[in-house]
């Protein structure tokens, strides 16, 4: 859950040098992996979700925003002794302050990891599934089980996987339809350094990559420099386009949401990176963790398709 104290700033603490946040203004939002369900709901798409909460009053209020959002959440497992992760950011005059994380990352037990996976195939017994999301952030709820047996089923029944990363669980994902990780988590993941504006370092960085985890398509998401993918006969380089960038939060999320869905669509990868590289570019524009405005995205992919 995404938590924001929004305020002013016009005064200096006597206490120690640290601005004073006048706060005006208290909001929840749904964050994290539900930021990426907010982001396929606002494609059009129908979004569930399988995750852990903890057995708290904020795992409580969390259930109650996936409600209001009408998003299903038979999927949510909620585990006793757990914190429900909780990022709160201070945000005045526009400009974040500062963030609170209340959270764990000790990994679910197998016995946790065994009730996700039994929520996991009673979805895909009741409902058809065009895509699968791994959506990574390293809180301990994707472990090497997690990994191993949704992989398994989603080969069985020929559903797509795509993943969005991170450092613990970087190279255990092989064979997946899509793997998108940013620069920094490929560098950190492969234990590299490279300039990216350097092309053929850029290649061989995510070529090692592919060798290592077989996937079908590689998307490294570059930030200013935009989005490169490269599969096993192609690559392309797509650059970023001129923002006025307010918040960076929330833009990797919004990024895989939009190629995830244009994958279900049946959109080939390329198509797809393009639209989530203009996805990822509106959303700095905003304040805060936001979901696209599909018809913005409509609009941009208009002009620049």
Same mark, same amino acid.
């Given at each position: 859950?995404?938590?924001?104290?929004?305020?002013?700033?016009?005064?200096?603490?006597?206490?120690?040098?640290?601005?004073? +946040?006048?706060?005006?203004? @208290? &909001?929840?939002?749904?964050?994290? *992996?539900?930021?990426?369900?907010? #982001? /396929?709901? $606002?494609?059009?798409?129908?979004?569930?979700?399988?995750? +852990?909460?903890?057995?708290? @009053? &904020?795992?409580?209020?969390?259930? *109650?925003?996936?409600?209001?959002? #009408? /998003?299903? $959440?038979?999927?949510?497992?909620?585990?006793?002794?757990?914190?429900?992760?909780?990022?709160?950011?201070?945000?005045?005059?526009?400009?974040?302050?500062?963030?609170?994380?209340?959270?764990?990352?000790?990994?679910?037990?197998?016995?946790?990891?065994?009730?996700?996976?039994?929520?996991?195939?009673?979805?895909?017994?009741?409902?058809?599934?065009?895509?699968?999301?791994?959506?990574?952030?390293?809180?301990?709820?994707?472990?090497?089980?997690?990994?191993?047996?949704?992989?398994?089923?989603?080969?069985?029944?020929?559903?797509?996987?795509?993943?969005?990363?991170?450092?613990?669980?970087?190279?255990?994902?092989?064979?997946?339809?899509?793997?998108?990780?940013?620069?920094?988590?490929?560098?950190?993941?492969?234990?590299?350094?490279?300039?990216?504006?350097?092309?053929?370092?850029?290649?061989?960085?995510?070529?090692?990559?592919?060798?290592?985890?077989?996937?079908?398509?590689?998307?490294?998401?570059?930030?200013?420099?935009?989005?490169?993918?490269?599969?096993?006969?192609?690559?392309?380089?797509?650059?970023?386009?001129?923002?006025?960038?307010?918040?960076?939060?929330?833009?990797?999320?919004?990024?895989?949401?939009?190629?995830?869905?244009?994958?279900?669509?049946?959109?080939?990868?390329?198509?797809?990176?393009?639209?989530?590289?203009?996805?990822?570019?509106?959303?700095?524009?905003?304040?805060?963790?936001?979901?696209?405005?599909?018809?913005?995205?409509?609009?941009?992919?208009?002009?620049?398709?």
């Amino acid at each position: 859950m995404d938590a924001y104290l929004w305020g002013k700033v016009d005064r200096i603490s006597p206490e120690a040098p640290v601005p004073i +946040v006048a706060v005006h203004q @208290k &909001e929840s939002r749904l964050g994290g *992996a539900t930021n990426v369900a907010l #982001n /396929i709901k $606002a494609l059009a798409a129908n979004p569930i979700i399988c995750a +852990v909460v903890g057995d708290d @009053k &904020e795992g409580d209020e969390f259930l *109650a925003l996936l409600a209001q959002e #009408n /998003i299903d $959440a038979n999927g949510i497992v909620k585990i006793k002794n757990r914190q429900t992760t909780v990022k709160t950011r201070v945000i005045a005059q526009n400009q974040q302050m500062l963030r609170i994380d209340a959270e764990t990352d000790i990994e679910i037990s197998d016995a946790e990891t065994e009730l996700v996976i039994a929520k996991f195939e009673q979805i895909l017994a009741k409902n058809t599934i065009h895509t699968i999301i791994f959506e990574d952030y390293d809180k301990g709820l994707i472990t090497q089980k997690l990994i191993n047996k949704v992989s398994e089923i989603a080969k069985q029944k020929n559903i797509p996987i795509v993943v969005d990363p991170k450092k613990r669980n970087f190279l255990s994902y092989l064979g997946v339809a899509v793997f998108k990780p940013n620069l920094k988590e490929l560098k950190e993941g492969l234990k590299i350094d490279f300039d990216p504006k350097n092309a053929i370092a850029l290649k061989n960085a995510v070529s090692s990559l592919q060798q290592k985890i077989a996937a079908e398509n590689i998307l490294l998401t570059l930030s200013e420099l935009g989005v490169y993918v490269l599969t096993a006969h192609e690559e392309k380089l797509t650059p970023a386009h001129i923002r006025n960038v307010a918040d960076v939060s929330g833009a990797g999320d919004t990024v895989i949401s939009v190629v995830a869905t244009a994958i279900a669509a049946g959109a080939d990868i390329f198509t797809a990176a393009q639209l989530g590289n203009l996805a990822g570019g509106l959303v700095c524009e905003k304040v805060g963790v936001v979901p696209i405005d599909v018809n913005l995205l409509l609009k941009e992919a208009l002009i620049y398709q």
